[in-house]
């Protein structure tokens, strides 16, 4: 196992979680997709793994990193997926991620409150791109809870771990909680009361990408 992260992200760290995250979508690819094939296009889970190949490719050699800074790692791998990945989940993942990394700046580390920050310029952006609100069928409805029990978490006294277990948590949470909801924005919202009785595609790969910061930052 790897050494604990401490109470930082650094552009390792950051590199970290979006390997993790690449291994995690393509491991669930098939289930993405056919999430998908439910309620929208059918391509949700093999685009966002091609979308994350492409982010872990753009990510700085191992060498680099160290004189790297977190938000750099971020910015690069949002711009890769939005260049490698169909469909809405491109923009929006590449968004997320680009704000993410332009809120933390060009510190060499990221403390818990930044990366709370960080989460919450990610839900902003998407939440701008996409113009949906929590209770919409989207992955904000992962995305949103995650980002308001990480704060919770932080304002408890909680550290980075527990802080983004939290997050992780509230996101497969909020995840489950949109298969009664009828979808009022996307390609499901043509299918009406049909979107009902789904697990949203987007909120379950955002709950993937939510696991792997807390897999990443609780490794001892």
Same mark, same amino acid.
């Given at each position: ?78 711009r890769a ?14 968004? =997320?991620?680009? /704000?993410?990394?332009? *809120?933390? @700046?060009?510190?060499?580390? #990221?403390? +818990?409150? !930044?990366?709370? &920050? $960080? ?28 980002? =308001?029990?990480? /704060?919770?978490?932080? *304002?408890? @006294?909680?550290?980075?771990? #527990?802080? +983004?277990? !939290?997050?992780? &948590? $509230?996101?497969e949470a ?32 955002? *709950? ?5 910061? #807390? ?6």
């Open positions: 196992m790897s050494a604990p992260m401490g109470e930082h992200l650094d552009a390792q760290g950051a590199a970290a979680w979006i390997r993790h995250a690449a291994e995690l979508v393509s491991a669930d690819a098939e289930r993405l997709t056919r999430l998908d094939a439910a309620i929208g296009d059918g391509d949700h889970g093999h685009n966002l793994d091609r979308g994350f190949t492409a982010a872990v490719a753009a990510l700085p050699d191992e060498a680099e990193l160290p004189g790297t800074r977190p938000g750099k790692v971020l910015i690069a791998a949002g997926i939005v260049s490698k990945t169909g469909g809405a989940s491109g923009p929006l993942y590449g968004t =997320a991620l680009r /704000r993410a990394g332009k *809120a933390l @700046g060009d510190a060499s580390e #990221a403390d +818990a409150a !930044a990366v709370g &920050d $960080a989460l919450k310029a990610a839900l902003d952006g998407v939440q701008e791109l996409g113009q949906a609100n929590e209770g919409d069928k989207t992955m904000i409805d992962a995305l949103a809870p995650a980002a =308001a029990a990480y /704060r919770d978490a932080l *304002a408890g @006294g909680a550290g980075l771990a #527990a802080c +983004a277990r !939290a997050a992780a &948590d $509230a996101a909020g995840a489950d909680a949109t298969v009664p909801m009828q979808a009022r924005k996307g390609r499901a919202s043509y299918l009406g009361p049909r979107s009902t009785g789904h697990l949203d595609p987007g909120a379950a790969s955002t *709950a993937l990408v939510l696991r792997a910061l #807390a897999d990443v930052t609780g490794r001892e």
